[in-house]
């Protein structure tokens, strides 16, 4: 279902979410810092939107569900940039235990019908050490937040989950502990979150 829905957001999936996306996904980029000779995986890349705030020096792998995302993810590689291009399921990913420094989570766990799955095979493509940094939106613990709870249903089958807590997420990755949690926007409902795997 999900495959479907973006096979068919994809043509507009930009005119949608780019503007309103780009400052937060440049603050949570920000946090790369050197990225020489490491691998880094974008987990979800969706149309690329990431690609063209990345350093170079990294060799970067970009997953997607969906083929239609990942053809227009192509046309935006910078031509400076090491860019590998996979399709695959973020709750089931195609690589070896250990094999990334740092893994990219934005606007994934939200979306993918089981998050604690896509943060636990993170966690496993991680080396020891490695970072995952996150920017999603998700619910507090107790928030009552009614009227993303009542949309929840209506469309997390079609583009995007509203009800996921992420503190409910991470104990089901225990490998993985908190290094910075802050709001991205006012309000709190999107957040960066950076995450560290145990040595």
């Not at 989570?105 to 995952?132: C, Q």
């Amino acid at each position: 279902m999900l495959k479907h829905s973006y096979r068919v957001l994809a043509p507009i999936y930009d005119r949608i979410v780019a503007r309103a996306t780009e400052p937060m996904r440049r603050r949570s980029l920000a946090r790369l810092g050197d990225v020489q000779g490491k691998a880094i995986l974008i987990d979800g890349i969706g149309t690329g939107l990431d690609l063209p705030h990345l350093p170079p020096g990294a060799h970067y792998t970009g997953l997607d569900l969906t083929p239609a995302m990942l053809r227009r993810a192509r046309q935006r590689i910078p031509l400076n940039l090491h860019v590998e291009l996979v399709e695959g399921d973020a709750m089931a990913l195609p690589f070896a235990d250990a094999c990334f420094d740092i893994a990219l989570m934005h606007l994934i766990l939200a979306v993918v019908p089981e998050p604690a799955d896509a943060l636990r095979e993170a966690a496993r493509v991680l080396r020891p050490g490695g970072r995952v940094l996150i920017l999603d939106k998700f619910l507090r613990p107790g928030q009552l937040a009614p009227l993303r709870r009542l949309l929840n249903p209506l469309i997390r089958h079609l583009a995007t989950r509203t009800d996921v807590v992420f503190e409910h997420l991470l104990p089901l990755a225990p490998s993985l502990r908190v290094m910075a949690d802050e709001p991205a926007v006012p309000g709190g409902w999107f957040r960066h979150i950076e995450l560290h795997k145990r040595l």
